[in-house]
């Protein structure tokens, strides 16, 4: 099982820099960062609120999940066994 986090294709399509928008949602671009690589271990309801309000998108539009079976996506040596 995989979270996909599409913060980034919501970002370009809305032609919103990831500065302006960690500061909309009140947090910091290294923060930003970890979830827009799908690095974060979790996503606070408010935080994902916040994302939805500045983004005028639903949570859907934000995470998705993709069957590691069909879609594994690139493996990482070490970090994914």
């Given at each position: 099982m995989?979270?996909?986090?599409?913060?980034?294709?919501l970002l370009?399509?809305?032609?919103?820099?990831?500065?302006?928008?960690a500061?909309a949602?009140?947090?910091?671009?290294?923060n930003?960062s970890v979830?827009k690589?799908?690095?974060?271990?979790?996503?606070?309801?408010s935080?994902?609120n916040?994302?939805?309000?500045v983004?005028d998108?639903?949570?859907?539009d934000?995470?998705?999940w993709?069957?590691?079976?069909?879609?594994?996506g690139p493996r990482?040596?070490?970090?994914?066994d």
């Amino acid at each position: 099982m995989a979270i996909v986090v599409d913060i980034d294709v919501l970002l370009a399509k809305r032609k919103m820099s990831v500065g302006d928008f960690a500061d909309a949602i009140g947090l910091s671009p290294a923060n930003v960062s970890v979830l827009k690589n799908g690095r974060a271990k979790a996503v606070r309801f408010s935080t994902l609120n916040a994302i939805c309000q500045v983004l005028d998108c639903q949570p859907g539009d934000v995470l998705r999940w993709v069957d590691d079976d069909t879609d594994p996506g690139p493996r990482r040596p070490g970090r994914d066994d």
